[in-house]
């Protein structure tokens, strides 16, 4: 049998590389919240995974490459909420689907502030992380050029959809840069309730300018 394929306690090398993956992320995630970006270190995620270090260089390449990893799996989890949201509301209720889709990700910010941070403030400190958090970008205006193509006027030309889009991604982003840092001290039903409104605000000029 392989090394790669041994079992162990009923639980193969495989399995138990991946497992070992997720507890590394967990702990960068946990130094993350305590430490910020500049504490995180090869030796304390290490020490907090309970591994020696030569466990976490076998999973990454050097501490860059773990934390585009953490961030990646932060995007992903916050891709996939938003996705799940839409769909909680009626098709053609805009106003139903981005309060959904705005207050859960809101619900990210407040119940996984070290991976919000990492999604919206460390990454400036970073050109590796900075251009992930580009493309996620895009990766969000793209979905909500969705709900603003559906919004407005279909004569619309594609430049405005995709500029609305963008400038809504950005006043989300922003809100909840300034709500995670503490710079805005409301709470989370308030800053959906008026982000919502400033979205639809924009929407309903536009499609009747």
């Not at 996620?136 to 793209?142: D, G, I, N």
Request: hydrophobic fraction near 45%; include cysteine.
């Amino acid at each position: 049998m392989s090394q790669t394929t041994r079992v162990y306690g009923g639980v193969d090398a495989d399995q138990r590389r991946s497992e070992r993956h997720d507890r590394l992320l967990s702990a960068a995630f946990e130094l993350l919240a305590r430490d910020g970006a500049q504490g995180l270190t090869i030796r304390k995620i290490a020490a907090a995974a309970g591994v020696s270090t030569r466990y976490v260089y076998e999973d990454f390449a050097d501490l860059e490459d773990l934390r585009c990893q953490a961030f990646d799996r932060a995007a992903e989890e916050v891709g996939v909420l938003a996705v799940e949201a839409a769909g909680t509301a009626p098709k053609g209720d805009t106003g139903g689907q981005l309060t959904a889709v705005i207050e859960v990700l809101f619900d990210f910010v407040m119940d996984q502030p070290a991976k919000a941070r990492l999604l919206l403030t460390d990454a400036y400190g970073d050109p590796v992380l900075a251009a992930r958090r580009t493309k996620m970008s895009e990766v969000f205006a793209r979905g909500f050029s969705f709900y603003v193509r559906d919004y407005l006027r279909p004569d619309l030309p594609d430049a405005a959809v995709q500029v609305t889009a963008r400038a809504i991604v950005g006043s989300v982003a922003e809100v909840a840069t300034a709500w995670v840092s503490g710079s805005l001290a409301y709470d989370k039903n308030t800053l959906v309730e008026h982000q919502v409104e400033f979205v639809l605000g924009a929407l309903n000029a536009i499609a009747h300018r």
